[in-house]
Structures are given as C-alpha cells and as structure tokens.
C-alpha cells in the first residue's frame, strides 16, 4: 500500500510540473489555427502587426521552451479523482504545490504570488499556494486541469447576479461591457471563460472550469456572433444549477496567450492533452522596419504624436507596482532617487528571472493603470515618457500632457520577442522586491506606439 500510495504520488506531482510547463510555454494547437486564419483575413493593418507579432512570439516561446508571457501568473488546478483508486493518505494540496514550485524554479518562471494580500504582500518566492479545487467521480482514474491566470487579465475578470427574470440580451450587454472595459488591458484578442450558475463564488469557478469543460457551444457561438469584435478570439460557457431566486453570471476574462493544460493519470501512467501546432512561417512587419527613436533625444521623443509606431533605442528603466510605491515616498520625503526622473522612460515591466545566458527572462509590459496615481508626481519631475499597455486614466493623461510627456504602448503577451531587444539588464535598486524591482536597461529596437 505504501509503494501504491508513494507512487502515486510522484505520479500527481509529475504531472503537475510537466502541466505548468506545458500551459506557460505550449500554445493550443486550435487557438493557434484561429489566430492564424484572423492574421491571413484580416485587411486591418493595425491588428494584422498585432497578430504577426503574438504569432511570432508563439514560435519563440516554443522553440527557446521560454514562457509565452512574463507573467506567469497564479496557478489554479482541477483535479478529478476517481472513487475506485486508492488514495486515502494522500495530501493532494500539499503534492500539487511541491509541483508547481518544482516547475517555477527550474524552469525560471516569474513568481507573482504574494503571502497575503491584505496583510502581508511579500512574494512567496515559490508561486504557491496553487488555487486547488478536488472534485470526485465514479472512476479508476485521476484528472488534472490546470490554468494559469495573469493578473491584467484576470483583473478584469466580473460578476454580476442577476435575478431570474433577467432576458439573455441582459446577459450578452454585461459580457459586452466587460470586453469593453478591459480594452487593451487584457490584451485582446480575448478568450472568454463564462460561467452560469451556482452561487456568486461558483459562477466564477465555472467561468474558470469552461475553458476545460464547455457544456453550451450554443450560447458559445451566439455571444461571439453578437461582439462581433477583433478583440475575441474564443468565447467558453459553462452553465450549471442555481438557487430559484438567482441567476449568477461570471466571466473570466484571459488573454490571447490563454494558458491551460491537462491530463489524465490511469494505470500508473500519465496522459497529456496537449497538442503542438502546426507553426507556419511569418513575413515580417511592417512596424518592424519603423523608425527608430533614441531616448537620449528628448527632441525626438517630444515630437513624437498618437499614432506613431516606432522603434526605441537607448536607457531605460523598469518600475511598476512595489517599486512606484517606493519611489512616490522617496520624492514626497525629499529623498535621492536611485536614478534621476529628469529626462528617463520608465518601463511597466517585471520580468522573468533570467537562465544562464539571458541577459533577460521573457518581459513584457503590465497594465499602465495601475501607475495612473503616480503621475503627477513623477511626470512633474520631468520623467520623460513610460511604456505599458493598456489605457490611461483621465487624470493620468492630463498630467502626462501637462508636462508635455509621452505615454508609449508595447504589444502584451510577447515576452520572448521583446526580450531579444534587451542588450544590457542590471538592477539597481530594490533587488528585494524580485520582479519589480528597478533595473536599468539597453534596449535596442523596442517595438512601441506612441498613445499619449
């Protein structure tokens, strides 16, 4: 029985890492088709360089076995277990976070879990704990779903509960408002996850448990042919049982690297639904071979308008979050910087850890908003210009314009790409903050657009 229990074990944990691999590194074969056949039909110059690019960034991810996005986000799992397999003893909990911190430090994947978030937002340094959910069925086997979940998508996830009466127009207008609100926060095109039923907690564990479990295809093609939007790439719904007097709806917003994987365990050997695309060759863009800008001619930056696609070279700075927060009290306590604002472009960025030989992990920028409160102040120190994604406040594009600053956005979800334009990455100052801590870097040829 030991033995039986032991290897069990091993087998769970094994599975586990090798689909936390998979799911960072290993684009879906028919997403890819998707992507492929909009990047080949679309006459839209603007979105046909957006999807040259992901495409682009696919391959890459694959063939240098690098994630497809530095955030390698919070790992959720689902696991099925059958009732005829003896598994009394095991500490499931325990065995899917040992794999996941087993697959995020060899594989030097980004950590993005902190160990409480109201009380205590210090980074676990192992991206656990996992979000586990363990299910039973009348089975000889064990299934393993498992999604990985970045944040600026998975902050414009919604819910919303609606009673009874509500009509399905009701329904489509709230997944419309939410597309809407996410923008380019999300990086579309997006993979809607949408979850009908339960309790308000359940309907989001079934918008989660749609990307692997879809049970209304219908209602699936009827949301996607009422958007109507270059920003959906695939809609998922999964509907269940509720309360009489409720109608939960909950939406799980994911990017274009939509990220999950799974697998079954049966016979002491281990199954794996993964298939590999069929990649296919990508002509290069037309934003490829933009001018390029150096940040070091502020005369050049400055005359840059919305619109303009171009190519930025020269110092720049990483800062996002913990480290904004920092450098805000530094400047309202009059204390030096560890770098000068005056005349520097700060990039919303946190990347992976490198591997031997990378001057950097895959990087990528995160959501732009939520440094909007900080605008005022570092932009009034004569901070030059940022790069992120997504949309800007009202306030925040005031200050930027006040102070005749820049706002440039890059391309979300192709880290691999974009770290090929790092030449030199050292950090500086708050090494303890891991990821967001401030680097300063040599970018040759960044691919950005000026929006602000």
């Known amino acids: 029985m030991y033995d039986m229990i032991y290897c069990m074990e091993n087998l769970?944990?094994?599975?586990?890492?090798?689909?936390?691999?998979?799911?960072?590194?290993?684009?879906?074969?028919?997403?890819?088709?998707?992507?492929?056949?909009?990047?080949?039909?679309t006459k839209d110059r603007s979105l046909k360089n957006k999807l040259r690019y992901i495409l682009k960034n696919v391959k890459l991810a694959y063939d240098s076995k690098r994630p497809m996005c530095q955030d390698t986000g919070n790992v959720i799992v689902f696991i099925k277990i059958g009732t005829k397999l003896q598994v009394s003893g095991l500490n499931f909990n325990k065995i899917i976070n040992e794999g996941v911190k087993e697959a995020y430090c060899e594989n030097f994947f980004r950590k993005s879990i902190v160990k409480n978030a109201l009380t205590d937002r210090i980074n676990t340094e192992t991206n656990t704990p996992a979000s586990v959910y363990i299910e039973f069925d009348d089975t000889d086997e064990?299934?393993?779903?498992?999604?990985?979940?970045g944040a600026g998508a998975e902050n414009m996830s919604m819910l919303k509960m609606f009673p009874p009466s509500a009509e399905k127009n009701d329904i489509l207008n709230f997944i419309k408002e939410t597309v809407d609100k996410a923008g380019e926060k999300?990086?579309?095109?997006?993979v809607l996850g949408i979850g009908i039923g339960g309790t308000a907690d359940g309907a989001m564990v079934l918008s989660k448990k749609a990307f692997f479990e879809q049970n209304d295809p219908d209602f699936s093609r009827e949301i996607i042919k009422f958007l109507n939007s270059d920003k959906i790439l695939?809609?998922?719904?999964?509907?269940?049982?509720?309360?009489?007097?409720?109608?939960?709806?909950?939406i799980t917003v994911n990017c274009h690297c939509t990220r999950h994987a799974g697998c079954v365990i049966k016979n002491n050997t281990i199954f794996f639904d993964s298939e590999t695309p069929a990649f296919q060759p990508i002509p290069l863009a037309p934003s490829e071979t933009a001018r390029e800008i150096r940040t070091s001619d502020y005369a050049a930056v400055k005359s840059l308008k919305p619109g303009d696609e171009i190519l930025l070279t020269g110092e720049i700075y990483t800062a996002?979050?913990?480290?904004?927060?920092?450098?805000?009290?530094?400047?309202?306590?009059?204390?030096?910087?560890?770098?000068?604002?005056?005349?520097?472009?700060i990039f919303y960025a946190g990347p992976c850890p490198e591997k031997d030989g990378e001057i950097s992990g895959p990087t990528g920028p995160t959501t732009a908003y939520r440094m909007d409160k900080y605008c005022e102040s570092f932009y009034s120190s004569g901070l030059l210009g940022t790069i992120g994604k997504g949309e800007r406040t009202e306030e925040a594009a005031a200050a930027i314009k006040k102070y005749n600053g820049r706002y440039f956005s890059a391309y979300g979800g192709i880290s691999c790409l974009l770290a090929q334009c790092i030449k030199t990455s050292e950090i500086i100052a708050f090494?303890?903050?891991g990821a967001e801590a401030v680097r300063r870097q040599y970018v040759e040829k960044l691919p950005v657009r000026v929006e602000i």
Request: hydrophobic share 45%.
């Open 186 to 190: 999300a990086c579309p095109p997006l």
């Open 234 to 250: 695939d809609v998922k719904v999964k509907s269940d049982s509720a309360h009489m007097a409720s109608l939960p709806v909950g």
């Open 12 to 41: 769970i944990k094994e599975a586990v890492k090798n689909l936390c691999f998979n799911a960072n590194i290993i684009y879906g074969k028919n997403l890819y088709n998707t992507l492929f056949s909009r990047f080949t039909e």
């Open 320 to 345: 996002r979050d913990a480290a904004h927060k920092r450098l805000a009290a530094m400047i309202k306590n009059h204390e030096k910087l560890p770098f000068e604002l005056n005349g520097k472009i």
């Open 431 to 433: 090494e303890d903050l």
């Open 142 to 149: 064990i299934k393993i779903d498992l999604l990985v979940k």
